[in-house]
């Protein structure tokens, strides 16, 4: 479909599907898989039995896919945050981890919501698509907050191995210059760019007193840590994570996979 850039274009060629076909497929094995089955029911030799032995793969495929998922009570912080910096930094194939960080902030926002005298009368609104553009969903961060009048109240945008810099700040005040924001936080694993720790608390001063949003720039690990001293119980939050794993979309079955991993070595 022309108007969605996400599509492949390889099978878009104005050529036949034959042994010529020239569209990139990737990888070269998949391209042979798809010429030589389109062949086959064109010569109408056993089809039933090919549809048959295809979708019984896609059902393999499919149960696969499920899988339940640890959900360990009673952890020390120390404990919990070692298990999420092994989920986030794991080694993965596809895309899909960078959402991991902001699952975890959420699940720790959907406790404090309910927890913390801050948020009372507050709400935590649903999360977007992963691919969901900012511009278009007129939210401001992966996470935001409103107040009882439904108003931009607290936002936080997440950022998975990337250094916060001072262009960061910059582009994050493009996002919320026109709202009423209260505090604004903007978080990394990578942490801060210490050499430009300077500019970014000048940038954050200059925002400051131009707009009154406050904006915190920080780690995610060390945020992490202290929204969950601030739990009475951290066995929801791991029970909030553990969830949100298992219906985000953006994930991948290795994803979740290797949340159990993790868990079965501890």
Not at 127 to 154: C, L, P, Q, Y
Not at 185 to 212: M, P, V
Request: aromatic share 8%; with cysteine; proline share 3%.
């Amino acid at each position: 479909m022309a108007e969605s850039g996400w599509l492949t274009r390889s099978l878009e060629q104005k050529v036949p599907y034959d042994s010529n076909y020239s569209g990139a497929i990737r990888p070269d094995s998949l391209k042979t898989a798809f010429l030589e089955t389109i062949d086959f029911i064109q010569k109408g030799e056993k089809v039933d039995k090919l549809v048959s032995f295809l979708f019984q793969g896609l059902i393999i495929q499919r149960n696969a896919q499920q899988i339940d998922l640890a959900k360990p009570h009673n952890l020390q912080i120390a404990t919990i945050i070692e298990l999420l910096t092994k989920h986030f930094d794991a080694k993965y194939s596809s895309d899909g981890a960078s959402r991991l960080p902001v699952l975890a902030l959420y699940a720790a926002y959907q406790c404090l919501v309910n927890e913390t005298k801050r948020f009372e009368g507050k709400a935590l609104l649903p999360m977007e698509s992963h691919t969901s553009a900012d511009s278009r969903s007129g939210r401001i961060g992966d996470i935001d907050i409103v107040d009882e009048k439904n108003k931009a109240f607290e936002a936080v945008e997440v950022k998975h191995g990337i250094p916060i810099t001072t262009q960061l700040v910059k582009d994050a005040f493009e996002k919320f210059k026109t709202t009423q924001v209260n505090r604004y936080y903007l978080l990394s694993t990578a942490n801060i760019d210490t050499t430009q720790k300077a500019e970014i608390d000048k940038e954050i001063e200059r925002i400051k007193n131009i707009h009154g949003c406050h904006v915190i720039a920080n780690g995610l690990i060390p945020s992490l840590k202290y929204y969950l001293r601030l739990l009475s119980d951290t066995s929801e939050f791991i029970e909030n994570y553990v969830n949100l794993i298992e219906i985000d979309t953006a994930l991948k079955f290795e994803h979740k996979k290797e949340w159990n991993n993790i868990i079965s070595q501890m």
